[in-house]
């Protein structure tokens, strides 16, 4: 048997190609210089014991698929993947073996990371505290190098039509569920996980850069896990406003207005360099990153005061200017993926978390589109201007025709 897919399988020098026109020619990332194409393969075979197959139902299309899709993302990943994959590590789907306690026909939902346990290896200092987004071993034991599934050749990935996944990665959803919520479980985690990196003390006040999927979960998980007091939100798009208003932003403001915004309502010092954007003497004491571009990063650096902590939550695809770092004393930390967390002072599974927030919040509406995966080039297109197009997340519906 076959099995519909979509596989990256470009080499290097292809990469450069889109990296150089990616980002200027709109088209091209999904056009004939595209890394990706759409393939039948040999239904993926479970590999060992607490292994399984999955049919993923939806399948979500991140910030993270898009920069590597384009060569935006770093030459670091590159001993960390397995060419070729199936990316797509955003999946709700069914489950077509029992595998230990979760049975067969259950809805479940993929942890992606491919950790010590998935690898068949004693637990990394990381893993066995349950940090395994941290797992040292994510390219060793019988599996193929891959930090997550989605981007490792053995275990296939969301964007086709069967996966492998191993029992420490499987999350049974509720039945009460819709298909578009489950799908939102895994970057709902990675938002819990991101909000709990950012440390916020009783009312201070944040500024979250971006209001795409990544940053309206952030803000939703900070106004429910976190005593923070006025968060300040970046949106480029009017539809973004929108949702950043809904989902609890104390203020909205373009990319321009923030540095005078900030400055306003913290009572900072505004200086203007002979080059460059403006800083503050002042700011907000925590700011989240949710873009990962050169300008947001500056952003955030430029508007945190002195001994503040900036969050790094998108893929980081430009070099900011440290300068701040070092004269302000920030904290500059990563928020990478979801894990185990400490809630109220209990340790908790952040799938979990990510449930309980999901349950109780509008957040059907975040899905805005899906796609067959044979129209994968208007999918990839409409999710690389989906913050113009008024869309947060676009998702593959793999089993469709
Ligand atoms: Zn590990």
Known sequence: MTIQALELFRSVPRY????????????????????????????????????????????????????????????????????????????????????????????????????????????????????????DRVTTGHVSPGLQTGYCADTGGGWSRMLVAHASQLRPVPEAFSDRKAVLLEPLSCAVHCALRANVQPNADVLVIGAGTVGVLTLLALRELTPAGRITVVAKHPKQREWAEAFGASEVVLPGEAVGEIRRSTRAMKLKPERGQSFLLGGVDVAIDCVGSKDSLDLALRTTRAGGRVVLAGIPVGGADLTPLWFRELELVGAYTGGVETVNGKRRDSFLVAQELAAAAPIDGIVGATYPLRRWREAIDHALAAGRLGTLKVAFDPQAD
């Open 16 to 135: 450069l190609t889109a990296r150089a026109v990616g980002s200027k020619v709109p088209g091209l990332v999904s056009g004939p210089l595209a890394p990706l194409r759409l393939v039948n393969l040999k239904d993926p075979e479970p590999l060992g014991e607490g292994w399984g197959r999955v049919r993923p139902i939806l399948s979500g299309i991140c910030g993270s698929d898009l920069a590597t899709i384009s060569g935006k993302s770093s030459f670091y990943f590159s001993p960390l993947v397995s060419l070729p994959f199936v990316p797509g590590h955003e999946v709700v789907g069914e489950l077509l073996d029992d595998v230990t306690s979760v049975h067969v026909g259950s809805r479940v939902v993929i942890s992606p990371v491919l950790s010590c346990e998935a690898r068949g290896l004693e637990p990394c200092p990381s893993c066995a505290e349950g940090l395994t987004g941290r797992c």
